[in-house]
């Protein structure tokens, strides 16, 4: 049987610590990564997310920037956009949960988007370092939807760090469970 290998997109893929700060994303291009957001497998095809793009010079980009923890400040805001990530976890204004997979749902479309743009030359970078209270209530999602996460996306400052650390594959075979 033939060995197979990482697809190179997969193993490119990387979150840089900086972006250049020249570089800007298209509309056509926020839309392409939307649309790959929206091919990933939901729960009973549930798709319980959403987005708000804010490409740098939309007037919605200051509103979100300003939101940001000084650690992801210091790079974020150089991305041609970032995107809030929002999961729909409640129908409406109740407590009934819409969908026990709608936080899970929404990482597979932002692992899909995240795809997209790797493949489209371009950098994504997951993170959670933002005020959630001040940006939800600029935001103001409807009922039952909540931000989880922001993507920042562009082109990456400089060159990818040859080391890079990842788990092993047996490392993660491993039990995730105290032994009784």
Same mark, same amino acid.
């Given at each position: 049987?033939?060995?197979?290998?990482?697809?190179?997109?997969?193993? *490119?893929?990387?979150?840089?610590? =900086?972006?250049?700060?020249?570089?800007?994303?298209?509309?056509?291009?926020?839309?392409?990564?939307?649309?790959?957001?929206?091919?990933?497998?939901?729960?009973?095809?549930?798709?319980?997310?959403?987005?708000?793009?804010?490409?740098?010079?939309?007037?919605?980009?200051? !509103?979100?920037?300003?939101? /940001?923890?000084?650690? &992801?400040? @210091?790079?974020? *805001?150089? @991305?041609?956009?970032?995107?809030?990530?929002? !999961?729909?976890?409640?129908?409406?204004?109740?407590? /009934?949960?819409?969908?026990?997979?709608?936080?899970?749902? /929404? =990482?597979?479309?932002?692992?899909?988007? !995240?795809?997209?743009?790797?493949?489209?030359?371009?950098?994504?970078?997951?993170?959670?370092?933002?005020?959630? %209270?001040? /940006? &939800? %209530?600029?935001? *103001?999602?409807?009922? =039952?939807?909540?931000?989880?996460?922001?993507?920042?996306?562009?082109?990456? *400052?400089?060159?990818?760090? !040859?080391? $890079?650390?990842?788990?092993?594959?047996?490392?993660? $075979?491993?039990?995730?469970? @105290?032994?009784?």
């Amino acid at each position: 049987m033939e060995q197979q290998t990482l697809h190179p997109l997969l193993r *490119a893929r990387y979150s840089p610590a =900086g972006f250049d700060p020249d570089h800007e994303v298209t509309v056509d291009e926020i839309d392409l990564l939307l649309e790959a957001a929206r091919w990933a497998p939901s729960a009973g095809n549930s798709q319980p997310w959403a987005f708000v793009p804010a490409r740098r010079g939309d007037p919605i980009h200051p !509103t979100i920037t300003r939101h /940001l923890a000084r650690s &992801s400040r @210091a790079w974020a *805001a150089d @991305a041609s956009a970032l995107i809030v990530n929002l !999961t729909r976890r409640f129908v409406d204004d109740t407590d /009934l949960p819409y969908s026990d997979f709608a936080d899970y749902d /929404l =990482g597979q479309a932002v692992a899909h988007l !995240t795809i997209q743009a790797q493949a489209m030359d371009l950098a994504c970078h997951q993170f959670r370092a933002f005020d959630l %209270a001040a /940006l &939800s %209530a600029d935001l *103001a999602p409807a009922p =039952g939807w909540h931000i989880v996460s922001m993507t920042a996306i562009g082109r990456p *400052a400089g060159p990818l760090a !040859t080391e $890079r650390g990842r788990r092993s594959v047996a490392d993660l $075979r491993r039990d995730a469970f @105290a032994p009784n």
